[in-house]
């Protein structure tokens, strides 16, 4: 068992014990649902990207570069390769399903736990992953919950923190621009929030669940099949063809591929009307689930 094996091992108990205080948090009225929706647009809109725009103010290197570029169309492949496949099986039915299986949480949960596995470094590579499913889940996601086109927005696809942080990183990674050192200690101490935040709203909306519900409904199950086996599966066939020396971008590829459904599937059904309790049932199920899923992956990665 690798070095990276056992800190992702030990990162995901972390974890799950966060978790779980969030959803004892919630059950003895600490937070509520206001609470929960404010420290989630807190983790989107404030501390995920600052994550994302402090990985990319490294040393320049045409090699990262390069890396990043293909990061990103790793990223697009394998989030339009799970479009490609729900499409097949459910046609037009099911499609919050679909949008369970397609996104995942790489902003989320992928960031912190990329950070705090691999180390800041490869949180560039994350990001760009994150950046690219920013796009599709605020167009193709925004149309499986509401099924309405023209609700879609390239004007929220471009005002999304992560993109504009990600366009600034890379100006600034490429243009070797560093802040002054009490701007960069701030934005140290908003990224290190994010990791126990992320859990506790995770916690906190399995606690809003109905958990009998979520444990017999065969959809749940479903979903987290393809999520957390099949769509990691196909990531994995994918990166097969890399070469061992860019192991590092493979780990953090199928970690962001690894990651249970997409917390912000929650979000979008309460903002735009659709199955809350779904919604909140897919992404708790899914993320027990994936603390041992992620590290099952992460081994096999290693075999290819």
């Not at 807190?42 to 490294?58: E, H, R």
Request: hydrophobic share 55%; aromatic share 10%.
């Amino acid at each position: 068992m690798n070095e990276t094996l056992i800190i992702l091992i030990n990162q995901v108990g972390i974890m799950f014990l966060l978790m779980m205080l969030g959803y004892i948090f919630f059950k003895i009225h600490l937070i509520d649902e206001n609470g929960t929706r404010q420290f989630s647009d807190f983790v989107l809109y404030i501390a995920n990207p600052v994550i994302i725009l402090q990985s990319l103010m490294s040393e320049f290197s045409y090699e990262r570069l390069i890396n990043g570029v293909l990061a990103a169309i790793i990223s697009a492949a394998v989030i339009g390769l799970g479009m490609l496949l729900t499409r097949l099986m459910f046609q037009n039915r099911e499609k919050l399903c679909q949008f369970g299986i397609i996104f995942s949480n790489v902003g989320f949960l992928g960031i912190p736990l990329v950070k705090n596995v691999l180390g800041d470094e490869c949180v560039f590579y994350i990001s760009i992953f994150s950046a690219v499913m920013a796009i599709f889940l605020w167009t193709y996601g925004i149309y499986l919950v509401t099924g309405r086109k023209d609700l879609i927005s390239l004007k929220k696809v471009l005002t999304n923190p992560c993109i504009i942080m990600l366009v600034i990183g890379v100006i600034f990674f490429c243009a070797q621009v560093r802040l002054p050192i009490v701007i960069n200690s701030a934005l140290d101490a908003l990224a290190d929030c994010n990791t126990g935040i992320v859990m506790i709203v995770l916690g906190s909306y399995l606690a809003q669940s109905d958990l009998k519900r979520i444990l017999t409904d065969k959809r749940m199950y479903f979903v987290c099949l393809f999520r957390l086996i099949i769509i990691p599966l196909i990531t994995l066939i994918i990166l097969s063809v890399l070469p061992a020396s860019l192991y590092d971008l493979k780990v953090t590829m199928i970690i962001g591929a690894a990651t249970p459904s997409a917390a912000i599937l929650a979000m979008f059904c309460q903002k735009f009307g659709g199955n809350s309790e779904f919604g909140i049932g897919v992404v708790g199920l899914s993320t027990v689930f994936s603390l041992c899923t992620m590290p099952l992956f992460v081994t096999l990665l290693n075999y290819i």
